[in-house]
């Protein structure tokens, strides 16, 4: 495997009302994934990348992290830094955003 850690953002938009990842910040969340890799000299052991939809728009903003398959939901740009530190080095979901899905 070429990387120990991906993760995908949805980024998907869909037509008002339904809700939709991207326009709940699913781009500035990859940003924000990405600059935080990058900060902790990740970037090549660790991937983060926009995706289309992952079938959790209800609890978007939504994102996986491979291998293990975990889903987050409702995924804040203030919860980035403690699911890099916290799920991506240290391999501890954190629970509270967690989706059972």
């Known amino acids: 495997m070429k990387y120990k850690k ?3 953002i949805c980024n ?33 052991e660790m991937r983060a990348q926009r995706t289309g939809c992952l079938d959790a728009c209800a609890f978007g903003p939504a994102l996986v992290v491979y291998p293990e398959g975990t889903y987050y ?22 629970e509270r955003l967690v989706l059972n899905v």
């Open 6 to 8: 991906h993760v995908f």
């Open 12 to 44: 998907n938009q869909k037509v008002a009302p339904k809700k939709s990842c991207g326009e709940a910040h699913g781009n500035e969340l990859v940003d924000a994934f990405k600059a935080a890799l990058a900060e902790r000299g990740l970037l090549k």
């Open 73 to 94: 939901g409702n995924v804040q740009l203030s919860d980035v830094a403690e699911i890099v530190d916290s799920h991506l080095v240290n391999n501890q979901p954190v």
